[in-house]
């Protein structure tokens, strides 16, 4: 057993492994000593050509000449020597380390983005493939680890942490822009450029969204916005992606760091939805996009969320009614920071909405309003009496009082004689106000329901006491006894 151990070891590797190896023709010009282990792709993939030199090497990079030193017809093939340069990556972990190269590199970059930008001409199919495979080797990579991920470290409020830089932006950020440049430009053909900028390429790129370099993420925000737009064909398959990204976060992990970029991509999308919205969209917004105001650190992408619940509601006014009851499911007991901007999110889908709908949902909503105007949290009670400062809201209310004073008029009551606040309690008399002036016959019905269950409470009140008074008299009488 032991010999043939041995003799499996001293086995010769197969052919397509030394072929990946050798450097393709007319790849002189870069000399790169390439690492033994693979970068995940398969043996005999192109893409092993492009490997990171082994540790401790230094890759050896020529300069090319410029595009306006050779013949237009040779800037094809100038193109594709410049970009199997911009295939070798480089560590920057350390600054000096390979410090020409890199700056070779870095202007090889600039070069190429310059050269697609201009329109110099259309790339042919073998560029085209060569450069996605170049994004690919750049950008494509394990990010590292976040700051809650380190063991033993206690995890700490998303907010409070220091955005992680990454030290290779310098070459990334040329990268995405040249990719960028690439899928904008007029001279693209999506039938071609689908074939490489495919479901794979894209979902790696979402995936890529989880980066705590916040300009990495506005540049995969930019480019994955401009890629939903040319390429119609993987517009579902994007939409999808998305949604499978939110109910991770939502249900599983609570842990992403861009899902306000994802949510500004879909701001955008649903403003181009079509009417009547499909019911796939109706779906997305009840699954996804209402149960986002679940976990802790909503604060993070509120902003995003809530312009995208309003585009809901100003695509098709039906779905106030779903999405206030949504709030309504999800609104925060404890954490009072959360409940402002429930609040401000409210006022918005409410400057959106009919009074059919308004209707449909005011009892639970303005008994959670109650709760709000009520609260010993200044900043929640204040937030919730601003409402009374938006028109279309206050129309509403005037159109239904009879149904709505009754039951915030408690804690209107409540906050005029007790309420710590000055500033609440100066903002409750001018909402008291103006229910007085719009019915004064129902405000004094109300204010009459409301001493007589003063009244009864206190009678209540008094008569438990009573009863406890008596079984105390009577314990006493016993022990006594």
Not at 44 to 49: A, D, E, H, K, M
Not at 134 to 149: G, K, M
Not at 350 to 364: D, G, H, I, N, S
Request: net charge neutral; glycine share 4%.
């Amino acid at each position: 057993m032991f010999n043939r151990i041995i003799k499996r070891g001293n086995r010769k590797a197969p052919k397509a492994e030394s072929a990946a190896s050798l450097p393709p023709a007319g790849q002189a010009t870069v000399t790169v000593n390439l690492a033994s282990r693979s970068s995940g792709a398969d043996p005999g993939s192109p893409r092993q050509l492009h490997s990171s030199p082994a540790p401790g090497a230094v890759p050896q990079i020529e300069s090319l000449p410029l595009f306006r030193d050779v013949p237009v017809l040779e800037r094809q093939a100038l193109f594709l020597r410049k970009l199997r340069i911009c295939s070798v990556l480089f560590d920057f972990s350390d600054t000096l380390k390979s410090a020409r190269e890199k700056e070779v590199k870095r202007q090889t970059l600039s070069e190429l983005v310059d050269f697609v930008q201009s329109g110099s001409g259309r790339l042919n199919e073998q560029v085209q493939e060569e450069l996605v495979r170049t994004v690919d080797v750049n950008i494509f990579r394990s990010l590292p680890p976040a700051s809650h991920e380190n063991t033993g470290v206690e995890p700490t409020d998303p907010e409070e942490e220091d955005p992680y830089l990454d030290p290779a932006w310098p070459h990334l950020q040329l990268v995405y822009e040249l990719l960028l440049r690439y899928v904008v430009s007029s001279d693209t053909d999506t039938k071609v450029a689908k074939r490489y900028i495919d479901h794979s390429f894209v979902l790696r790129l979402l995936d890529l969204l989880n980066s705590e370099d916040p300009r990495e993420r506005e540049y995969l925000k930019t480019i994955l916005h401009r890629i939903y737009g040319k390429f119609m064909v993987h517009r579902p398959f994007i939409r999808k992606a998305i949604n499978n990204i939110f109910y991770r976060f939502i249900f599983e992990t609570e842990r992403h760091s861009g899902i306000g970029e994802l949510l500004e991509i879909l701001g955008s999308i649903i403003n181009g939805f079509a009417l009547p919205m499909k019911e796939e969209h109706k779906l997305f917004l009840v699954r996804a996009l209402i149960p986002l105001h679940k976990p802790k650190p909503v604060g993070m992408y509120h902003q995003q969320l809530s312009y995208c619940i309003v585009q809901f509601v100003e695509k098709d006014y039906k779905l106030a009614d779903t999405v206030i009851r949504g709030l309504l499911k999800y609104w925060p007991v404890t954490n009072c920071q959360k409940e402002v901007l429930f609040l401000g999110e409210l006022e918005e889908v409410l400057e959106a909405t009919q009074p059919a709908e308004f209707q449909r949902c005011m009892v639970p909503l303005f008994k959670q309003i109650a709760r709000c105007l009520s609260s010993s949290h200044f900043q929640v009670a204040e937030r919730s009496l601003f409402l009374w400062n938006n028109d279309h809201i206050v129309s509403l209310v005037a159109q239904n009082r009879s149904v709505i004073l009754p039951i915030i008029f408690e804690a209107l009551e409540k906050n005029m004689l007790g309420h710590w606040n000055q500033a609440v309690h100066g903002l409750t008399a001018n909402v008291r106000k103006m229910f007085l002036d719009m019915d004064s016959d129902l405000f004094e019905a109300c204010q009459q329901q409301y001493l007589e269950k003063e009244e009864k409470t206190k009678y209540l009140e008094a008569q438990r006491e009573s009863a406890w008074r008596s079984i105390e008299a009577a314990l006493q009488e016993k022990k006594r006894l």
